[in-house]
């Protein structure tokens, strides 16, 4: 009962924007950015763990444009896209030329 409650709640979390977007982010047509997915945070203590990427909700399993999300841990991701996988940790960007 109290995982439901919590993915109830992190589904109505209102997220604020990324202070470290750039002002001209644009996403693409199925809300995925153009150039990149920056990992805001995850959500990992409710019966389904949550990654928030590029501001919007995905649940384990979840389709984000070529990418699969396949795994959730406390601060990173695992997206895959048939055999090629890409780990993200919060703040990390897909985009190299993004990476601090």
């Given at each position: 009962?109290?995982?439901?409650?919590?993915?109830?709640?992190?589904a109505?979390?209102?997220?604020?924007?990324?202070?470290?977007?750039?002002?001209d982010?644009?996403?693409?047509?199925?809300?995925?950015?153009?150039?990149?997915?920056?990992?805001?945070?995850?959500?990992?203590?409710?019966?389904?763990?949550?990654?928030?990427?590029?501001?919007?909700?995905?649940?384990?399993?979840?389709?984000?444009?070529?990418?699969r999300?396949?795994?959730?841990?406390?601060?990173?991701?695992?997206?895959?896209?048939?055999?090629?996988?890409?780990?993200?940790?919060?703040?990390?960007?897909?985009?190299?030329?993004?990476?601090?």
């Open positions: 009962m109290s995982a439901l409650f919590g993915l109830l709640l992190a109505q979390i209102q997220i604020t924007p990324n202070p470290t977007r750039p002002d982010y644009r996403a693409g047509a199925s809300g995925v950015p153009l150039a990149s997915l920056v990992l805001d945070s995850t959500l990992t203590g409710g019966q389904v763990p949550v990654a928030i990427l590029n501001g919007r909700l995905y649940p384990l399993g979840s389709q984000i444009g070529p990418y999300l396949i795994a959730v841990g406390a601060g990173w991701v695992i997206l895959g896209e048939g055999s090629k996988r890409l780990r993200l940790v919060i703040g990390g960007s897909t985009n190299p030329s993004e990476e601090k």
